[in-house]
């Protein structure tokens, strides 16, 4: 299983508001940024989420990602049919020399 | 605009080596990273490896120590992973993600995914 934690599933109705945790240790999330990524059906990830809480150009502000301790979570708002996807956090382990770390993963569904 | 643009899906037998392709381009090469991550069928992301396109330093993934090369040509853009010894266990779709110098984790663009499959 995976170092970092997550929930295999959460659901939402549209319009609801939807909160992924990822939960780590002080070598991982407890001391290096968080990132997030987006996983629609049959094509590769997108960075959805940088450096704990920043957006790349383009992705709506309905998403959101904030860090506390050594737990993540990524939150959307306003859910929309379009956000059903897998999504992944990810960061570096410092105990595993520079190791990059992913969370196994959480399938969004739009009720 | 930044493009990376991977090798064909690969069919090999248990015991084979399989290498993989990404061309990248719409950047300065030399200022990134490329880290490989792949996803074996309705599994998550697993991170490989990363190779540095500047000098060519990599960082490899203790699980895939020993049977994976990186290596990288400045004079095409293209990076490559060379993974040997494969059993069925390394079916999976194989990804090359750019990776900001010092922003581990931090994937900004990535290929389209190569299907590599193991079977006899």
């Known amino acids: 299983q995976s170092v970092l934690t997550q929930p295999p599933s959460a659901s939402g109705t549209p319009g609801q508001r939807v909160t992924i945790s990822c939960s780590g240790s002080s070598s991982n999330i407890g001391t290096n940024y968080v990132y997030w990524y987006q996983q629609l059906p049959g094509t590769a990830p997108k960075l959805l989420i940088f450096r704990n809480t920043q957006r790349p150009s383009g992705v709506p502000d309905r998403f959101s990602g904030s860090r506390s301790g050594t737990s993540a979570s990524l939150a959307i708002s306003g859910l929309r049919s379009e956000d059903e996807a897998d999504y992944y956090c990810a960061t570096w382990d410092t105990s595993l020399t520079g190791h990059v770390i992913f969370g196994g993963g959480t399938k969004v569904t739009v009720l | 605009q930044v493009q990376l643009v991977q090798s064909g899906a690969e069919v090999k037998k248990p015991g084979a080596s399989v290498k993989v392709s990404c061309k990248a381009s719409?950047?300065?090469?030399?200022?990134?990273?490329i880290s490989w991550v792949r996803q074996a069928p309705g599994q998550g992301l697993e991170w490989m490896g990363w190779i540095s396109a500047y000098g060519g330093n990599t960082n490899y993934a203790q699980k895939f120590k020993g049977r994976v090369t990186m290596t990288t040509d400045t004079s095409t853009s293209t990076v490559y992973m060379d993974l040997r010894s494969l059993t069925s266990d390394d079916t999976a779709v194989y990804y090359c993600?750019?990776?900001?110098?010092?922003?581990?984790?931090?994937?900004?663009?990535w290929g389209q995914g190569t299907l590599v499959t193991v079977s006899s």
């Open positions: 993600a750019r990776e900001s110098v010092g922003w581990l984790a931090e994937f900004d663009h």
């Open positions: 719409g950047y300065t090469f030399t200022r990134y990273g």
